[in-house]
């Protein structure tokens, strides 16, 4: 019998599904643990360059302002990385974070509390701030407008808690210790030993009940060591010359701590559960206004302690606290390092990388003597294109579909 004759047809394979799943495999693998790799390729692309033009740019003094210099962007950005993955955006942040500096410098240096009490102050109102921004929001007013309507009361706002001289001092007080402080480097790396074996304790105990060892090695095992060789590497390079910054030292503390929340408890899944679809996270019993609620008090804390190291690096509270780039450079690091702008996709390491990648930036141009606007352009291109590659992802191809 013919292979042409009924019943005995050669089966058609339909090589646009096949290419379509090629790509749909693609596309998931860079929405996952992969979307990394290409941000850690442009960070070493960008480290060449300016090291080509000037040694010292991978000097260890030189790592070591850039890891200070990037420290209050990547607290910010990690705050807005916890909102843009509910699919929310914030962009009071910056002038959030002013006015708790403003207010813990009022508290510690012309009310003469201690530290800790001026610290806790700021923090509960960053948290406060933004949770009722969160309400605004959650009642139905997009968060486009409820967080720039709040930049600009912030503004008013950090008017109202600055003195009459509208500025505050922070030289010879403990407050300037918060950035001043160095961690010597042997006790930073021991420190950072710590912290990698408590996250993966805390990753091995989330996957104890993982019904294979491949899958307890592919969840527990390899991120735990991703984790470690990255903490304790960059700790104990930026900690060669002179030790370690305290704001470094807390930063990677809050990058562990959120890196767990996200990803090992179901507080993170709700979250990314939210942002992926809200009709189908609220129809499987997530309550989905909590979690905006919460994604924002995390924001507002993250706010706060930005604000906070940022006042103590510069030593002074002023009207022009919270104002320039610095929100766009947090929103830009978090969407750079990989976090969705369309929500359900991020991690918290996102906003070291991401403000790396634009510190890296800013710093090669000063260190190289270049103008402002070679920055400003060079930082513009690398958010458009990680926005661009973000787009990518969101739709699964890369052009658009005919309409």
């Known amino acids: 019998m013919s292979a042409h004759e009924p019943g005995l047809m050669a089966p058609v394979v339909d090589t646009s599904t096949v290419n379509r799943s090629f790509g749909t495999r ?15 390729i442009a960070l070493i692309a960008i480290w060449l360059i300016f090291y080509s033009q000037n040694p010292a740019y991978l000097s260890p003094e030189n790592l070591g302002n850039l890891s200070l210099q990037i420290v209050t962007t990547a607290m910010l950005a990690l705050g807005v990385i916890f909102v843009l993955i509910v699919g929310e955006i914030d962009l009071s942040g910056a002038a959030l974070g002013a006015v708790c500096a403003t207010l813990s410098a009022q508290v510690a240096v012309n009310m003469g509390q201690p530290i800790w009490i001026a610290l806790a102050a700021g923090i509960l109102a960053g948290m406060a701030i933004a949770g009722l921004e969160a309400l605004i929001i959650i009642f139905g007013v997009p968060s486009l407008i409820t967080t720039l309507g709040g930049m600009t009361a912030m503004l008013g706002l950090l008017l109202v808690v600055l003195p009459e001289e509208f500025s505050i001092s922070l030289g010879g007080n403990p407050y300037e210790q918060i950035a001043a402080t160095q961690i010597p480097a042997s006790l930073s790396i021991v420190l950072a030993i710590v912290a990698s074996i408590i996250y993966a304790v805390g990753r091995w105990a989330a996957q104890r009940r993982s019904i294979s060892d491949v899958s307890m090695m592919r969840r527990a095992v390899f991120p735990s060591v991703v984790v470690a060789v990255v903490v304790i590497g960059v700790v104990t390079v930026v900690s060669d010359s002179s030790g370690l910054a305290l704001p470094v030292a807390l930063l990677i503390l809050m990058l562990v701590v959120a890196s767990y929340f996200l990803t090992q408890t179901r507080y993170g899944s709700h979250l990314f559960a939210v942002g992926g679809s809200r009709q189908a996270a609220a129809r499987a019993g997530i309550p989905v206004g909590r979690m905006i609620f919460f994604s924002f008090l995390i924001l507002g804390a993250c706010a706060a302690l930005a604000g906070i190291v940022e006042a103590s690096r510069l030593l002074m509270v002023s009207p022009s606290s919270g104002t320039g780039s610095l929100m766009l450079d947090a929103i830009a690091a978090a969407v750079v390092g ?7 996709r991020g991690t918290a390491w996102a906003a070291l990388l991401g403000a790396l990648v634009i510190g890296s930036i800013n710093n090669g141009v000063e260190l190289l003597g270049l103008s402002t606007e070679v920055q400003n352009f060079a930082t513009a291109g690398v958010l458009i294109l990680a926005v661009a590659i973000d787009v990518i992802l969101t739709r699964g191809r890369l052009l658009p579909r005919r309409l």
């Open 26 to 40: 693609v596309s998931d693998a860079m929405s996952g643990g992969f979307r990394v790799f290409p941000v850690v």
């Open 338 to 344: 990989g976090t969705s702008l369309f929500g359900g």
